[in-house]
DNA sequence: GAATTTACGTCAGCCTTGTTGACTTTCCAA
DNA sequence: TTGGAAAGTCAACAAGGCTGACGTAAATTC
């Protein structure tokens, strides 16, 4: 992106009462975009924590465990607890690895993408609403800001996948 | 396939894919808009939920115990577990309405004005300076999606104190 | 003035999801 | 052969959600 003045703050006028603006509605937002996901879940025996580990297994099919704690930042107790529940439930296939075969490569059953749909059909409709009422710029710049937003460590698993054509 | 990047006048042609990662976007940049505070709180005995309630009484002083559970969207019992040990270290301090007496009228000490002070720097500090990376129209951007990704009743919480001075 | 409703507080118990610590099994690699 | 990484498991605990039930004071309504 083009940024003319990288000098200063005296383009961008921040007030406490603006950035106070922003931080309130990161939190309202942030309660819209999972009210959605948690409303079907709640129906279910799972929570957000299920969702999470449904919707990075469904981006990178055949991932393994530890690369899931890395991208969701829990302990390996914690994850294990939620995707125990998953094999358990038939919604997760966890495979030895071929070459390592200390690793499992996790992969989604076809009944765990039926959830996996369910799930992001309606976190999608939200954000497509939200997107169109917007317009491409809001949406390129709401992208911008979350991504200078997050710590760099997150930024790269965030952008791991971005291009995932490979 | 390939994503064609949307730029410029690319009219809402919203893949899936560009919706999952805007989805993600949002994953990522919330953990990073709240680690400064859980990291500041975690050196205390508080939580995230103190958070909340030290921010939302600082922003309207001398607001109700039922206001700030509207705004929070929790119940009554989760908010005064918080709420007490909050009054109980003399962080807030809940006065009897005046005009009904039945009402609690809650505000921060010179205490609790410190702590929130802690936090919301750490946290307007990251915002400043994903704002600034991001530049003022980007800015914009993200306020119009984040509004338009909100439930209507949060929407209102979050317009209704637009007022000071924006 | 009595009855009802409202606002708030509290006790008790449950659930999810996070944590730490300790231990085992498997298996790759030096 | 041995060290250590990867994974799984058991146990215990905490934060912070939830529901239900109950109590009290104050306001409102009948």
Known sequence: MADPTPSGESLLFLTDEQLRKGIEAMFFAYRGFTADPDRILETMDYGRAHHRAVHFIHRSPGT???????????????????????????????????????????????????????????????????YRAAGPQAVAGFRTVLEAMMDPDQRRQYQGLKESGA
Chains 1, 2 share one sequence.
């Open 64 to 130: 393994t465990v530890s690369n899931l704690l890395a991208i969701l930042g829990v302990t390996k107790q914690s994850l294990n607890r939620v995707l125990r529940t998953l094999v358990d439930d038939g919604l997760v296939e966890a495979r030895v690895g071929r070459k390592d075969k200390r690793e499992r490569n996790l992969y989604l059953t076809a009944k765990g993408q039926e959830l996996e749909r369910e799930l992001s059909d309606a976190q999608r409709a939200r954000m497509r609403a939200a």
